[in-house]
């Protein structure tokens, strides 16, 4: 039986084993295979833009077998607000690999994009394979005027509107220092 709920402090082993499995590449080293998903995770859960209920996990009998975290991070609207405004970036999202094309990444994107609409933020960004973000109503950030940091491909770059979006909400996403390096 597959549950998605939100990760528990009880499951980080778990989540960095899923998501180490899932970005590793085969023939590394122990010490070279941490895959910089895997830092990522840590760094933004010891940051002020974490969203404990958005970092998700799938269980299968018992088992936790896929991840999805959303975090806080900025748009900086054309007009110049030097705050910004608080957006949701969906990253990672890991399956481990004797669990994938099951849909439980899909589960868990899906939830997490659920309780997002509950939440405050206008928008969700990721950058991610246009084939797969698009099944859950991503599309190409450039057509909403949403630009993603210059070190980012564009056409890997999506975003999905939420309830709170505005028209105006247009700019540059800025990511907070806990992605750099990711």
Sequence with gaps: MTQ???????DAAAVDEVVTAAFSQP?????AARPVEATLVEAVRRSDRF????????????RVVAFAMFSLVDLQPDSG??????IL?????????????????????RSGLEAATRRPEP?????????????FGFEPA???????????PEAYFMVKRL????????????????FDGA
């Design 4 to 10: 998605v709920r939100p990760e528990t402090p009880g």
């Design 27 to 31: 023939g590394l080293s122990a010490a």
């Design 51 to 62: 969203v404990p209920e958005l970092s998700l996990v799938a269980e299968v009998d018992g």
């Design 81 to 86: 607000d030097a705050d910004g405004v608080p």
């Design 89 to 109: 970036a969906l990253a990672p999202v890991a399956v481990a690999p004797d669990c994938q094309r099951r849909g439980l990444g899909s589960a868990v994107v």
């Design 123 to 135: 928008l969700v960004v990721v950058l991610g394979e246009p084939a797969f973000y698009g099944r």
């Design 142 to 152: 450039a057509g909403m005027r949403v630009f993603p940091p210059a070190e980012y």
């Design 163 to 178: 309830p709170a979006w505005l028209p105006w909400m247009a700019g540059r996403v800025r990511f907070p220092s806990a």
